[in-house]
């Protein structure tokens, strides 16, 4: 999906408002962690969650893959293709399994390649990601942590922004359904801002000129969900902003933080697109396709015989011309008096 415009927070675009709205959180350091870190998940990763009303928990779609439906995967996908090439090139044994293999057979070629990309360092990138998220989450819960070399800029970055800014966080990892769209998920916080609440994301990536509306969609579908706790199936609301996201980017390995306001209001305008596709792509084949057979066209005697005025009589002739007989002429006379006798009836 096209990026969306990003605002960077800056002391001046921070305007104190009312207090925060009824029902926000000032909570003490050890109950940061928001309800639903551990849901209960079937075997395809999907949340499941006890309806509304009660009863059997039933399966929600995980948020990043309903608004991931809309995602450009291309640039993704070369970047794997790269990093498999580089993989298999520093791995003679992947080489020769590879050539070993049937063409056929794709789970033992899929292995390979897997193998080559991480390799690479395909899923590097993940993992530091990862752990920064949880050394944040630490750091926002008020800890102090030990010095962590080469990473300690981005963590020394993230606590000296989101101070300078006013960013203070008031809920870590909270799980919220969306009960109409059957939307479950986790965000990162919510953050504190001159006395609003916004959700807020952290991202780790080197950059963010891609993804950036699917960012907005997935923040979006968050700030208007319930809080969700697993143990009862109760729903509270958030009590957030439903217009605006706070989105922080540390890039990792940088010793940078840039903080951006994410315009949500847009980002849920997209959101009915995206249930959109996900409805398009659950046709199935026969909705499409039926079995081949030759159109049949009515003969122009018995359009005759099933006409129901004049008017249609003549269509009938002027669509048939080039073949009209005689017979047909009689026909359609016929047929023309038994409507002209029943009209003068009625």
Known sequence: MTSLSLTPITPATITPSAPAPSGSLLVPISDKTGPGKDIERDR?????????????????????????????KENLMKWKARM??????QRDDLVLQARAADPDDKKTLGRVAEAAAEHAGASQRATIGTELHALTERLDRGETLPDMGKWQPDLDAYQDTTRR???VSEEIETFVVNDELQIGGTFDRVYNVGGQRYIGDLKTGSSLDWGTGTFAMQLAVYANSLRYHAETG????????TDLAVLVHLP??????????????RGWASVSLAAAVREFRKLKRDTWLRPFQPLITPSPRTLIDKATSVD??????????????PDLTAAAAAKKTQLTQKEASL
């Open 252 to 265: 990792a390995g940088t010793g940078r933080c840039d903080v951006y306001w994410l315009d949500i209001e």
């Open 165 to 167: 800014l006013g960013l």
């Open 312 to 325: 249609e009589l003549n269509t009938i002739w002027f669509d048939h011309q080039s073949t009209w007989t």
């Open 234 to 241: 109760a729903r509270d609301n958030l009590n957030v902003r």
């Open 84 to 89: 498999t090439a580089i993989g298999m090139a």
């Open 44 to 72: 395809w990763g999907r949340p499941l969650i006890i309806p509304p009303h009660g009863g059997k928990p039933v399966p929600y779609t995980r948020c990043t893959t309903f608004v991931g439906s809309l995602d450009d």
